[in-house]
């Protein structure tokens, strides 16, 4: 079946940093997603991104369908960022399958 | 508004017995997928119901079943519940039909077996 890989597992910043992270999937794919879940467990959907880039506030997104590969950034990065990112990829048959997560700590 | 709700938020039972979880979908959504996150992972895919059908299932036994309502809530039904099950369990919903669109999470159920 279909591979979802994140990266970096782990990630520890300080408050004001940027950083990118990036999901790897290895088939083709009818969508992708990002979703950021806090500690509560709550996923909140961050982005909805087949292809091409998007931008919501400090937070940005781009899908290279072609090359299976997409990549979420953050900026000026803040605490209430910290969680774990997950990149899910969403099959031709409504199947959807998740990352392992990268889980991002930002310290004060 | 009301987003995605799920019921209870919390259980505990024992081994062998039957627990069954309830999901309603933010409104207009008439798509519901269940998902079981285990601890430190990432969320498995169950299955989906579209128009009170299962649509889609992903790699579970048969003791996991779910049911959608006319009304488009749903519920998950696991039996026979093994140490294993213990995990948050995710509804999500969107807009069903030919193209997909963004799911929407619910807060999750975590259920613990002993």
Not at chain 1, 4 to 15: A, F, M, R, T
Not at chain 2, 69 to 91: H, I, R
């Amino acid at each position: 079946g279909i591979q979802v890989e994140q990266s970096p597992p782990d990630l520890i910043l300080q408050e004001g940093a940027n950083s990118t992270l990036r999901c790897n999937f290895s088939d083709s794919v009818n969508n992708l997603q990002w979703f950021h879940q806090n500690p509560w467990g709550q996923l909140i959907n961050l982005f909805y991104i087949p292809s091409g880039t998007k931008q919501n506030g400090r937070l940005s997104a781009t899908t290279v369908a072609t090359e299976r590969y997409s990549l979420l950034y953050i900026s000026s990065s803040q605490t209430t960022d910290s969680g774990v990112y997950f990149c899910a990829v969403e099959l031709w048959n409504n199947d959807m399958r998740f990352g392992a997560g990268t889980r991002l700590t930002v310290k004060p | 508004d009301a987003g995605v709700t799920q019921s209870p938020t919390h259980l505990i039972k024992t081994r062998g017995q039957q627990v069954t979880l309830r999901c309603s979908p933010k409104s207009g959504h008439d798509t519901v997928s269940w998902y079981q996150q285990a601890l430190g992972q990432g969320p498995q895919f169950i299955f989906q119901y579209y128009e009170e059908e299962e649509r889609q299932r992903g790699n579970f036994p048969d003791r996991f079943s779910g049911h959608q309502f006319p009304n488009y809530s749903s519920e998950l039904n696991v039996n026979a519940l093994l140490l294993g099950d213990s995990a948050l369990y995710l509804c999500a919903s969107s807009l069903g039909g030919p193209i997909q669109e963004t799911q929407y999470f619910g807060p999750g159920t975590r259920l613990l077996v002993l």
